[in-house]
């Protein structure tokens, strides 16, 4: 695998490549860098790998609770992504977001109890949506929709309508359904 097809394919490709262009202007060796980043975790559910379940990767970004950072999430995506998202939407504008969406993403399964606005906002942008009771559910469903190389994304772009469960509780139930359905897989 080359240099940059380690960054890119990286569990934490848009913090590592910007550390690793750092690291190059300090000539700091390659095969250094590269190392380095089997080593290095990101903050806690942003981008964070999860695992790869059947040849498709499961990435969980619960912190993205605003359409900024699931823009930031989407631009730095090298493969077609089944993206989970939803949950309180207090009027979320998602222009913003079109343009990523339409160029990355291959299925919408929304979560939330109105999910009138997000499936409104992607209707023409996503070749598939659907809607889901639970987070658990979503997984299940974009697992279906996967298919080989693709990405399964959990970045809400907005808060859980539940207010007493954070972006850690959610982002944590995330990892739980992907561990789960690992485990299915593997008996």
């Not at 992607?122 to 974009?142: C, D, M, R």
């Not at 207010?163 to 995330?174: C, L, S, Y």
Request: hydrophobic share 35%.
């Amino acid at each position: 695998m080359t240099y940059l097809e380690t960054l890119t394919n990286s569990r934490h490709s848009s913090e590592s490549m910007a550390q690793s262009l750092n690291a190059m202007i300090l000539d700091i060796r390659k095969e250094n860098i590269k190392r380095s980043l089997s080593d290095w975790d990101t903050v806690g559910h942003r981008q964070a790998y999860v695992a790869t379940i059947d040849d498709v990767m499961y990435y969980d970004d619960s912190k993205a609770e605003n359409v900024n950072a699931t823009w930031f999430t989407m631009e730095n995506l090298v493969r077609p992504v089944v993206w989970i998202a939803g949950g309180n939407d207090t009027l979320t504008d998602y222009s913003e977001l079109r343009k990523s969406v339409r160029e990355n993403v291959r299925a919408l399964v929304c979560i939330g109890k109105d999910n009138s606005r997000i499936k409104e906002a992607f209707s023409k942008a996503v070749g598939e949506i659907y809607e889901a009771k639970s987070l658990e559910e979503a997984v299940n469903v974009a697992t279906l929709l996967a298919k080989k190389d693709d990405i399964v994304l959990f970045s809400p772009a907005s808060h859980s309508e539940n207010r007493r469960e954070n972006f850690e509780k959610r982002g944590q139930r995330f990892i739980e359904s992907v561990k789960a359905l690992q485990n299915e897989r593997h008996q």
